[in-house]
T-cell receptor, first 113, second 114 residues
């Protein structure tokens, strides 16, 4: 079945550091890929998405590229801020499964001033 | 656009009582709504998928008689936790999907059963 694997957390960085959170997936066909962010006590917000191979999703300085050859969708940001502290979830949606989302385990990011 | 609300945001109830959580799509028609459960420091677990006007489809291991889902209109779905017990305490999140494949998430409901 479909699955998403994220790098284990928690991740702690200093402000302005470079961020990478790895995400790899297993799916039949060509899924759409997403990164969601969850702030404490809140629901999920869509951060960025990519719907086909080699697409790059970007938002608020975050980027991720859909790599079919390595089945990956790593999240990157060049300079993190304290306000980026949150839990980040990688997810996929396989259109063959009725567009249900399959989530990774989540990665807790803490950015210190 | 694409705003989803949940009510209440927090609820505390006594063991044995029932609790209803509402999920509303405020500015679009949601043909499909999803209900998730999230334990502390864990990922989201899909409980059920509901389509407007039809019975919900529950994931394996989720008791349909305990977690009653109703999707009576294109903007409202409800989750009722019946005869709640302390182990039902959790963070419940809904999402809604319209004509596109994208899901929009509500802010979540924190349920505490004492």
């Amino acid at each position: 079945g479909d699955s998403v694997t994220q790098m284990e957390g928690p991740v702690t960085l200093s402000e302005e550091a470079f961020l990478t959170i790895n995400c790899t997936y297993t799916a039949t066909g060509y899924p759409s890929l997403f990164w969601y962010v969850q702030y404490p006590g809140e629901g999920l917000q869509l951060l960025l998405k990519a719907t086909k191979a080699d697409d790059k999703g970007s938002n608020k300085g975050f980027e991720a590229t859909y790599r079919k050859e390595t089945t990956s969708f790593h999240l990157e940001k060049g300079s993190v801020q304290v306000s980026d502290s949150a839990v980040y979830f990688c997810a996929l949606s396989a259109h063959t499964s009725g567009s249900r989302l399959t989530f990774g385990e989540g990665t807790q990011l803490t950015v210190n001033p | 656009g694409a705003v989803v609300s949940q009510h209440p945001s927090r609820v505390i109830c006594k063991s044995g009582t029932s609790v209803k959580i509402e999920c509303r799509s405020l500015d679009f028609q949601a043909t499909t709504m999803f209900w998730y459960r999230q334990f502390p420091k864990q990922s989201l677990m899909l409980m059920a998928t509901s389509n407007e006007g039809s019975k919900a489809t529950y994931e394996q291991g989720v008791e349909k008689d305990k977690f009653l889902i109703n999707h009576a209109s294109l903007t409202l779905s409800t989750l009722t936790v019946t005869s709640a017990h302390p182990e039902d305490s959790s963070f419940y999140i809904c999402s809604a999907r319209g004509t596109s494949y994208e899901q929009y998430f509500g802010p979540g409901t924190r349920l505490t059963v004492t």
